[in-house]
Structure formats: C-alpha cells, structure tokens
C-alpha cells in the first residue's frame, strides 16, 4: 500500500550490529515493592516485525513503554544502537496505544500536528499529509472532524500519524483488538508496507493469526520475564518455555 | 400595581426608542466586563494550564487555593482594590480610584480564578488522555499546552463565558471602587440598585431586562458552543 516515495522518508539505518536496535540489561520495574517486569537482558534487531506476546499482565505493554522511554525504569537502562536511550533517540520511534488517542481536529490536522510536532516545514505538511491519508485511504475524510471516525478509521489514522514521523522503531499495543476483520487487514497492510519500507515493528498481540502473518521473530513474556525469545515458526511449532506452550494451547494461568 | 405597570411600560419605551443614557450604561457596563474577561484569559489560561501538566511541591495547596478563589465575596474584593487604589494605599499614586480602570481591576481579580481553576480542570483532564500521546511525538509539557488548550477549546469558550457571566452580573466590588459616579462609573448593575433605591422602576426595570437578555444569551452561547462542539467539521 505504501508507495515507493515512502522509502525517500526514512532516516538511514546504521546499525551497530554488535548492539541490535534496541537492547537493555538488567531492566527492572517495582512498584509498592512489587516487581512488575525483570528483564536480566534484552536485544531487539533490525529486520522484520518482533511480536511481544504473553498473557494479560504479563508486562507487555509495560515493555513497549520502557523501550519507547515513556515509562522509566527502577534499575537498568535501555540503548538504542548501543546508546542510551535519550530524547533524541526517543524521536526515532514512535508508538500506537490500543486505545487510539486521536486529537480533537481534522483527520488532517492529526497528521499536521505530527509532522510539525518533527520539524517538517509549514508548507509542505500539508501536502504530505494527504499523500499519507491517501495511502491509507483515508484522503476523503482528511477534513472530517477526528473524533468522529470509526474505531478502525481511528485506529488508521493513529498508525499513519506514527509513520508520518518516520520513525526506526515502531511500537504498537495491541492496535487491532476490537476492531472488525476488514479494518484488521487494513491495518496489518499498512504495518508490513512500512516493515518493508526498512521501519523496525514491534507488536503487541494475543492474535497467533496476526502474529503469523506479521512475525518474525516472537518474544514471550510471563509474570514479568522473558522465558523465550525465538523465531516465530519455532515458537509456533515447538515452543521451547512450558509458559509458552501452555499459552498457545489455552492452558496458561496467570 | 399600576405604578409598576406604568414603570414596565416606559421602560419598554427606554429600550425600544433608544434611550441615550441607558445605552451609555450598557456601552460602559460591556466595555469594563469584556476587558476585565480578556485580561482575565490572558492570565488565567496559561497559569491554569500550566498548573494542570506540572508537578511541584505545593502543587495541590494551590489547585485548592485557585479553586477557592472562585467564590470571592464581590464586597470584599471591592474593599480591597478600594485599599489598594486610595490615596493613602500602595497604588494611590496611580490615581485610578472610581474610574472604570478600577472596576476593570476589580472584575479582574473575581474573574481570573474562575478562567483559571476551570481552565486546570479541562486541560487536566485532556492532558490524561493526551500525555503519552504528546510524550511519544516528542512534545514536551511546556509545549503540550498550546496543543492542549487549543483542543480544549470548546471547553474552555463555556469557562469564559462564565466569567463573563460573573463579570456582567456584579455588583459589590464595582460599586465600591467605582462610586456609581454618572456618565463615568455607572454600570447597569449600579445604576439598578440606586434607581430602585430613588423609586425610579423604569430605568431599573430597563436595564434588568437587558441583563436578563445578556444573560441568556450567554446560556444560549454556551449551549449552541457544546452542539457546534460535537458536529463541527475541521480545518
């Protein structure tokens, strides 16, 4: 869906690889006392779409946070690239929550507001807008009021703001729960054009569909910690964790 | 009951014939509420939104003080801007006692917490939802609140309207600081009371209606701005 044109929007990705993408060590999250995430070590690579799956209150949303920088951590840090994560950094990412935050302006103003909010030009935001609305056809609503869009529509819109900001890393939270199979599509197509396009996905979902026709790699998470980190046809086959195998067979507790 | 239907009816006359001092009192009565409103927003909203995304110590006293603020006692607001403009108080020397400056600054003082604490209150609330939202696009807290209050703008239209509610509708603070002194001083709320008090219905009567009439309109605005709210398509 995205086109060619979409390519000449990504900062060059130079990637250390010694470092992956994103990584951290001794990441750790306590609140009142209660550890909530405890991660001895982590590495995110660059290539195809890393899905974070676990059962609810697993810290997987919790993760995703982390790693954008929006929540910190009790101890350890987060690098991107081998340096730590800091605001600038922080601004080659962007991130779709499962509860679209849509502003409360036009369709286009939404991705305005995003484009501005990173710098482009006045004069060309616009234009650039609707080039990305088009791409998700969204182009006829671009002067509809935001909030009055559909829970797909909203969800789109979200996704296409987070691209317009270019960013390396892409982090969604569950974006397609709730919506209906063609909005999912929607926005699964959107999600692997800008894969292709070179941008790092990282997605939250408890869909083994979605997450085989998106994954590549699966990382799993129970009770705050990671217990495996694999390729997706592994995971889906023969998963190594007895948490993970439990989980795909409906059996896990939490 | 002839006596008030004989005032009703010349006051109807005062307002359909346009009356040359009784449209100077609503002229001046307007010009000091909307100054004092406007400066009011000028003040108020930044300082409200300000206090809705930040975090200090001291913080929440505050919320509580701006909050409290909004039901100053007219009077008393009035006798202190009267300490502070007289010639033996602190801003004597600017000599703006009993002029329609003074009654600017006093509706300023009773407005400013109302635009304040209200514009906290919508801004806090969208910033909830926003916060993360404007975090990941690298927007930081000073520069969320433009976004903010521009977003909250429907909001934020019914907390001035409010205040200038207020505004228009006092009587206490202005009558103190400004003396009621004719052609000078003497807004619509004044000039009912000391009508009414020299039994002179007609005029009161007058300018009640046109009170009553602002006031509506400034209910209706409030709800025309919540439809408009929901139904308008942006640019």
């Known amino acids: ?254 | 009951m002839n006596n008030f239907a004989e005032s009703f009816s010349v006051s109807l006359r005062l307002v359909f014939l346009g009356d040359a001092e009784l449209w100077a009192i609503v002229l001046l009565s307007l010009q000091v509420s909307l100054t004092a409103v406007i400066l009011a927003c000028l003040i108020g909203m930044p300082f409200g939104a300000m206090l809705a995304v930040t975090r200090f110590p001291g913080r929440r006293p505050l919320v509580v003080t701006v909050n409290a603020l909004m039901g100053l006692p007219p009077v008393v607001v009035g006798l202190l801007v009267y300490l502070m403009l007289s010639n033996s108080g602190p801003l004597g020397v600017l000599q703006l006692l009993y002029t329609p400056s003074a009654m600017i600054i006093a509706q300023l003082i009773l407005v400013a917490p109302i635009i304040a604490a209200l514009t906290r209150q919508t801004v806090e609330s969208l910033n909830e939802e926003y916060a993360d939202q404007l975090r990941s696009l690298g927007v930081t807290h000073l520069r969320s609140v433009p976004t903010l209050l521009w977003d909250g703008r429907f909001s934020l239209a019914t907390a001035v309207l409010a205040g200038f509610g207020r505004a228009i509708a006092e009587v206490g603070a202005v009558m103190i600081v400004g003396g009621n002194i004719n052609h000078v001083t003497r807004v619509m709320t004044t000039t009912i009371a000391l009508e009414t008090s020299k039994g002179n219905l007609a005029l009161a009567l007058a300018l009640g209606a046109i009170l009553i009439l602002i006031a509506l309109a400034v209910n209706a605005a409030v709800t025309l701005l919540d439809a408009v709210s929901r139904q308008v398509s942006y640019v």
């Open chain 1, 1 to 254: 869906m995205f086109d060619r044109t979409m390519s000449t929007l990504h900062p060059e990705h130079s990637i250390r690889a010694s470092h992956g993408l994103l990584s951290a060590s001794d990441l750790t999250v306590t609140l009142d006392g209660k550890t909530l995430l405890d991660i001895p070590s982590i590495r995110i690579d660059a290539g195809g779409p890393t899905i974070v799956m676990g059962p609810n209150g697993a810290g997987k949303s919790l993760l995703l946070r982390l790693l954008h920088g929006l929540v910190l951590p009790s101890r350890g840090s987060i690098f991107m690239q081998g340096d730590p994560l800091d605001a600038k950094r922080r601004r080659r990412q962007a991130m779709v929550f499962q509860s679209p935050v849509i502003l409360r302006r036009s369709v286009r103003a939404n991705v305005e507001f995003a484009l501005a909010a990173h710098g482009v030009p006045r004069a060309r935001r616009r234009s650039e807008a609707i080039r990305l609305l088009t791409v998700a056809g969204l182009q006829d609503k671009a002067r509809q009021s935001a909030p009055s869009l559909s829970g797909g529509e909203r969800q789109k819109l979200t996704v296409v703001r987070a691209l317009a900001t270019r960013p390396e890393v892409l982090f969604l939270d569950e974006p397609t729960s709730n919506l209906d199979p063609a909005s999912v599509m929607a926005i699964e197509n959107l999600i692997m054009n800008a894969s292709a396009e070179g941008t790092k996905i990282v997605l939250v979902t408890h869909d083994i569909g979605q997450a085989g026709r998106l994954g590549e790699d699966v990382l799993f998470l129970h009770q705050g910690r990671i217990t495996e980190q694999t390729p997706l046809q592994a995971f889906t086959v023969s998963p190594k964790s007895q948490e993970a195998a439990a989980y795909l067979s409906g059996e896990l507790l939490i």
